[in-house]
């Protein structure tokens, strides 16, 4: 019987469940549209773009953002900026429960995201349950 660490069943079920979920919007293959305009029109002067693969291809030089880089696996002549496997393991001290500083990835809302009402709630939810813990170590 082999040992079985964590709950690896559980992880594929969620897994699976996600990929039934998935929905896939074949708009811009019926429409014969460039997905790449659309997302041309979302970017704007003071957003950081980081392009991998350079997936925007022919689009790539009409980009206007503060910063824009390239990522991809090989090395190309004229890219990328940065040269990464996603895949690999960044080497980064990320810190334990016990440390003061720790690696903490969060999300954000895009520039042009537009919330509904549960969304928002959701994250005022998540904002005071911060503040109170916050709250509970400056009281120790």
């Not at 880089?69 to 940065?82: E, S």
Request: net charge neutral.
């Amino acid at each position: 019987m082999p040992k079985i660490i964590g709950n690896p069943e559980a992880k594929n079920n969620e897994l699976k469940e996600l990929i039934h979920k998935t929905k896939i919007n074949n708009f811009y293959i019926k429409n014969h549209k460039n997905f790449r305009e659309q997302i041309l029109s979302q970017i704007n002067l003071r957003d950081d773009v980081l392009d991998i693969g350079k997936s925007m291809r022919e689009e790539f030089s009409k980009i206007k953002s503060k910063t824009l880089d390239t990522l991809d696996v090989n090395l190309f002549k004229d890219y990328p900026d940065i040269v990464f496997d996603l895949c690999d393991d960044l080497a980064l001290e990320h810190g334990t429960k016990f440390d003061k500083d720790v690696l903490d990835i969060h999300t954000r809302w895009g520039t042009h995201y537009e919330p509904n009402a549960k969304g928002i709630d959701l994250r005022i939810k998540r904002l005071k349950s911060e503040i109170k813990e916050l709250e509970e170590w400056k009281n120790i």
